[in-house]
């Protein structure tokens, strides 16, 4: 995932930034490991998951989709039941995350407003996670 970072070149839309923001952002976050898989050309999927979790193996899905590298933009996905969307800005993807009703949140460019939101709707997945 290091080379993957520091070989994505930063373009206007700052989602670089924005990925490496949710990715501190979990890092700061207890019991918890990181999966990365990476497809070139589709998506770079960030997977994380709670020490506490047995039935599935993550909590959410933070993906750089690759169709473009010189225009890439993230989907940011959660099981439905593991969050709200107070502000409805999610897209209800039914059977869209691993065969389970889930929420994606796309984002194309950088937006401090929806990093806040986007990291609200991580921290309240890891919370159900943990328990």
């Known amino acids: 995932m290091k080379k ?3 070989d994505w070149k930063e373009t206007d839309t700052r989602t670089k930034q924005a990925f490496t923001e949710l990715l501190d952002h979990l890092n700061s976050l ?3 490991t990181l999966d990365f898989n990476a497809r070139p050309g ?3 999927s960030l997977r994380p998951r709670h020490a506490n979790q047995t039935e599935r ?3 959410a899905m933070v993906d ?3 169709d473009d590298p010189k225009e890439r933009w993230l989907s940011v996905c959660f099981y439905g039941e593991m969050i709200t969307d107070p502000d409805e800005t999610g897209d209800l993807i039914p059977e869209g995350l691993l065969g389970e009703d889930g929420y994606c949140f796309d984002l194309y460019e950088y937006d401090p407003g929806e990093m806040a939101y986007l990291k609200e709707r991580l921290t309240q997945a890891y919370k159900n996670a943990a328990k």
């Open 57 to 59: 193996s993550l909590f």
């Open 42 to 44: 589709l998506t770079y």
């Open 4 to 6: 993957f970072i520091e």
């Open 64 to 66: 750089v989709i690759d």
């Open 30 to 32: 207890e019991d918890i």
